[in-house]
Nanobody
Framework: QVQLVESGGGLVQAGGSLRLSCAASGRTFDIYNMGWFRQAPGKEREFVAS???????YYADSVKGRFTISRDYAKNTVSLRMNGLKPEDTAVYYC????????????WGQGTQVTVSS
């Protein structure tokens, strides 16, 4: 089992920045891929960004150039630096982790709220 705990959400004005962090515990040596999803009110959950072991990153088109994902392998954390925030970035952000043995995300955090005011 892997446990994921997010932190860093909050309220920010449009154009501002926030940094989300997620700490993994448990069988962290099985983790291959970590990332973030988000879900806005009334909308489906959507992919935001991910980073595989070795450093390859993926971003949703809507956040490219504004968000940066990073991982600290020694601390088993993943972070999401969000710049140039827009009201449409308002959502609950979920940390996710995928294992070496899986092609999907196997573990999800409880979510952290990000609210961007106009």
């Amino acid at each position: 089992q892997v446990q994921l705990v997010e932190s860093g959400g909050g309220l920010v004005q449009a154009g501002g920045s926030l940094r989300l962090s997620c700490a993994a515990s448990g069988r962290t040596f099985d983790i291959y891929n970590m990332g973030w999803f988000r879900q806005a009110p009334g909308k489906e959950r959507e992919f935001v960004a991910s980073m595989r072991n070795g450093g390859r990153t993926y971003y949703a088109d809507s956040v490219k150039g504004r968000f940066t994902i990073s991982r600290d392998y020694a601390k088993n954390t993943v972070s999401l630096r969000m710049n140039g925030l827009k009201p449409e970035d308002t959502a609950v952000y979920y940390c996710v982790a995928g294992l070496f043995t899986s092609s999907d995300y196997d573990y999800w955090g409880q979510g952290t709220q990000v609210t961007v005011s106009s």
